[in-house]
């Protein structure tokens, strides 16, 4: 079953990772500011007792100070209360998807856009290294890795080998319409991993070989509007 990056049943919470088009780096430093704050007026702290509400705001509260986005990370406890979970392994999942999203933009750059950061954080949660995402980042340098992070998840959990995965992303990339390209990747990954993960590794080799023309030399990539799915988190 394919997991789209779509809100989980929080009412009018909306996931922060939701992958869209990023806004932040075209806003002046005061409005980003001012989703910054809104992102925290979010937090619905009814949904935890005492205790855990307010190390959740500390939590947020370091993430923020970092510089890190936190909306990820409030959406992270809030799924974790719409799936029951307990205090101490919500808790510590925000925690680790802190720390992953400081590693995140170590790799990918202090430029980085929100929604880059937590698309390269669930890439570090899943086992991917920090190596993998700077060569990601390296093979398109001046557009948006969100993209290619996500799809490259998502191979990887489908049984597809890291490096092959890694491969398959930064080769499509840099293409004039990488993101379409990434997404067909995908697509046609996900329906042919249903067979086992040798079937899932030959439909990367065939979508990759059928991409791009011998001789193609890479270009900076299109946008697209459509949206990858989203691999569920570790």
Known sequence: MLLVWAPLALGAQQRPDTLRASVGPMLPAAAQAALQTRAQIQFDESRFDSLTANTLRGLFEDARDMGLPTRPLINRALEGAARRMSSERILRTVREFAA?????????GATSTPDELAAGA???RAGIDEAT???VRRSNPRGSTEIALVVLTDLVS???P???ARDAVNALSPLPKGDEALLGLQSLVAKNAQ????MALEARKRHVRGTIPAGASPSTPATTDRKPVRPPDP
């Open 162 to 164: 890291r490096p092959n």
């Open 100 to 108: 992953a999203l400081n590693a995140a933009r170590e790799s990918l």
């Open 122 to 124: 669930a890439a570090l």
């Open 133 to 135: 995402l700077q060569s």
């Open 195 to 198: 067979r086992g993960p040798g």
């Open 158 to 160: 489908r049984g597809v």
